[in-house]
Nanobody
Framework: QVQLVESGGGLVQAGGSLRLSCAAS????????MAWYRQAPGKQRELVAG???????KYADSVKGRFTISRDNAKNTVYLQMNNLKPEDTGVYYC??????????????WGQGTQVTVSS
């Protein structure tokens, strides 16, 4: 059973930075990618950034140039460095374990979520 535990959310002013971490345990050999999703109030959950085991990445257009996803395979941990945060980045951020096939495909493995709030 795959388990994902996020940390690093919080309250930050616009223009500030946060770094999220997601530690994975019990990973499945068929899963070869991880990603961050977010869900703002009243909106659907959306892909923020994904990364394959080999380091290929995909970003939502809204975060390109501001967010960086990375991973430490030895620690089974994925990170999301978020810079120049904007109020519209506010939401609950979820870690996901999935598959990579030219782009990111989510599997039904989710963390509990961590709240990110950006004040204007």
């Amino acid at each position: 059973q795959v388990q994902l535990v996020e940390s690093g959310g919080g309250l930050v002013q616009a223009g500030g930075s946060l770094r999220l971490s997601c530690a994975a345990s019990g990973t499945s050999s068929r899963l070869n990618a991880m990603a961050w999703y977010r869900q703002a109030p009243g909106k659907q959950r959306e892909l923020v950034a994904g990364i394959s085991n080999g380091g290929s990445t995909k970003y939502a257009d809204s975060v390109k140039g501001r967010f960086t996803i990375s991973r430490d395979n030895a620690k089974n941990t994925v990170y999301l460095q978020m810079n120049n945060l904007k109020p519209e980045d506010t939401g609950v951020y979820y870690c996901n374990a999935g598959l990579w096939g030219g782009t990111y495909f989510s599997a039904n493995y989710w963390g509990q979520g961590t709240q990110v709030t950006v004040s204007s």
